[in-house]
């Protein structure tokens, strides 16, 4: 039997990938890769929506694929490439820039929330299609699943909307994806400002756990995270934000239930939580660190796994990008 498609992506926005990243998404891709034929994308494209310099993007780009690799993604049975060495993305984001209604566009609340930054009027015009790039990545491959945090769930919807249209205009080339957001990690929040989620290119460095970050630096924001004055450990994300977060994340890097969590602190302090929280979290992401530091001594056997990647994901890419081109009446060109 066939396995389903899947596609899902990161931006390398940063010179780390963060705990929000790893448990809202990568942890998924590396236990669905068994079941699903599986495409992982760097989206340098997206990061270029917003200025970045070019010596850290080249390294973020590379960092960003070692740390899938280091989390546990198999590079023999997945497909794990660079979203600008498969032209096809640019190529159906502009006709499914046409598609787009510029009402819709304009709903997207990732876009309202960025573009506030620096000023609505001096955001990029690829800030705003950022999304219709990102439906034109997941349509390519025609997945079935899309393991995302919680923060992506427009973006699915609008890329449904936008093959649905497609497909009821010209008949049908798009396969409905379903975006995968697990419950209990679908938003890690921020450690110093725990209503807002954990972000790569939001937020100051002491509220973000990287994945590249030194065991003490982690031990070191943890324990200052922001809680309350209650004293009290208990599941409450409404009331007490903060350390509901910190037992959101206890919970998912050591497998055990929160309810659990909660009856084993009864009677103990905010720092004895603090200090396990960080143990736990360490465990787990400092053999991603060693390994992705690793990979990245050796950037020309990264970059072949990359390019052989791209050869892959082309030939799929290729073959939708020609059924569209059919669909709408332009003429595929047969060189390509
Ligand atoms: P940026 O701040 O540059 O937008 P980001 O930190 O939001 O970056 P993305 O590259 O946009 O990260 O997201 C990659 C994946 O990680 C997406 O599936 C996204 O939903 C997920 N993700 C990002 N932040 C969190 C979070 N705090 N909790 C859970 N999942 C998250
Ligand atoms: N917008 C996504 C990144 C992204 C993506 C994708 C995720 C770009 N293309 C395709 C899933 C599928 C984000 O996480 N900010």
């Known amino acids: 039997m066939t396995k389903p498609n899947l596609l899902s992506g990161m931006q390398p926005s940063a ?5 929000g990243n790893y448990l809202g998404a990568l942890r998924q891709w590396v ?6 034929s599986a495409h992982y994308v760097i989206v340098d494209l997206h990061a270029i929506t917003v200025a970045q310099d070019p010596k850290m993007l080249a390294e973020n780009i590379r960092k960003t694929a070692a740390q899938y690799i280091a989390a546990g ?9 660079i979203q600008s060495h498969v032209p096809a ?18 709903r997207m609340t990732q876009f309202k929330d960025k573009s506030q930054k620096g000023g609505s009027d001096n955001a990029s015009v690829g800030l705003f299609t950022y999304p219709i790039l990102q439906a034109a990545d997941i349509l ?4 079935k699943a899309v393991p995302v945090g919680e923060d992506q769930r427009q973006h699915l919807e609008l890329t449904r909307n936008l093959a649905e249209r497609f497909n009821n205009r010209y008949g ?6 379903e975006a995968v957001i697990l419950k209990e990690t679908a938003k890690i929040y921020d450690l110093q400002n725990p209503t807002a989620k954990m972000s790569k290119s939001a937020g100051e460095p002491k509220g973000i756990v990287n994945l590249l970050d030194e065991d003490s630096v982690i031990s070191k924001k943890i324990k200052s995270a922001v809680t309350d004055t209650d004293g009290e450990i208990k599941f409450e994300p409404e009331s007490k934000p903060g350390v509901s977060n910190l037992l959101g994340i206890y919970s998912a890097v050591s497998d055990k239930p929160i309810s659990v969590l909660v009856e084993s602190y009864q009677g103990v302090g905010y720092g004895q939580l603090k200090q396990d929280v960080a143990d736990a979290v360490i465990a787990t992401v400092s053999p991603i660190r060693e390994k992705t530091n690793e990979l990245m001594n050796d ?16 030939e799929t890419a290729d073959k939708t ?16």
Request: net charge negative; aromatic share 6%; with cysteine.
């Open 15 to 19: 010179s780390s990938l963060h705990l």
């Open 73 to 81: 993604l198999d590079v023999d049975s997945s497909t794990l490439f």
């Open 172 to 177: 049908k080339v798009f396969e409905m994806p």
């Open 140 to 143: 390519l491959y025609q997945p």
């Open 299 to 314: 950037t020309s056997h990264l970059d072949s796994i990359l390019e052989k990647g791209a050869a892959k994901a082309r």
């Open 321 to 336: 990008l020609r059924d569209v081109q059919n669909a709408l009446g332009l003429i595929p060109n047969r060189n390509n």
């Open 31 to 36: 236990a669905m890769q068994q079941t699903h």
């Open 89 to 106: 993305h640019s190529e159906l984001a502009w006709i499914l820039n046409c598609i787009a209604s510029f009402g819709e566009t304009s």
